[in-house]
């Protein structure tokens, strides 16, 4: 089995590129579906073929997992999903992709759109954990070492 996610991690890649911001954005470079999310054929070994977004597709190699293992309900019986912490629907860094409920996702879309003191620093990132401050809420994701800020009027 980590044949095949070696080999789709090589296949998805050839379908990325850096950004080029400071936040570390990975973009998509292959087909785009009509909601503007990246997409990927993918041949399960089990599952069979399936159409994979590709930010969940990240998220799936990441954890080899596959389609039929990805959550899709917490513990609490909420829908979940692959969230972007980035708040940049075409990003596919993992880095950036955590598996969160549907509210708490609109609760960061919310405070993207609310350009709430767009000449400071609004939300930002601390070793991969967001921070968002219009609604004092945080959101964990992997630690790491590094410190970015992500403004909220300049987020994709």
């Not at 090589?10 to 990975?26: A, D, Q, W």
């Not at 004092?136 to 992997?142: I, K, P």
Request: charge should be positive; hydrophobic fraction near 35%.
């Amino acid at each position: 089995m980590e044949d095949f996610y070696q080999d789709l991690e090589e296949r998805f890649l050839k379908k990325t590129k850096k950004m080029g911001n400071i936040h570390g954005c990975v973009a998509w470079d292959g087909y785009v579906n009509k909601l503007g999310y990246g997409v990927l054929d993918v041949n399960w070994p089990r599952e069979g073929a399936k159409k994979e977004r590709a930010h969940r597709l990240a998220y799936m190699i990441k954890e080899r997992i596959s389609h039929n293992d990805m959550p899709r309900l917490d513990e609490n019986n909420n829908r979940i999903e692959c969230s972007h912490l980035c708040l940049n629907k075409t990003c596919d860094n993992s880095e950036h992709i955590k598996l969160e409920s549907h509210a708490t996702n609109q609760e960061r879309i919310h405070c993207k759109g609310q350009n709430l003191l767009s000449y400071m620093k609004v939300c930002f990132i601390y070793k991969l954990t967001l921070f968002c401050h219009c609604n004092s809420s945080f959101f964990w994701h992997r630690d790491s070492p590094r410190l970015a800020f992500l403004y909220v009027s300049l987020a994709a």
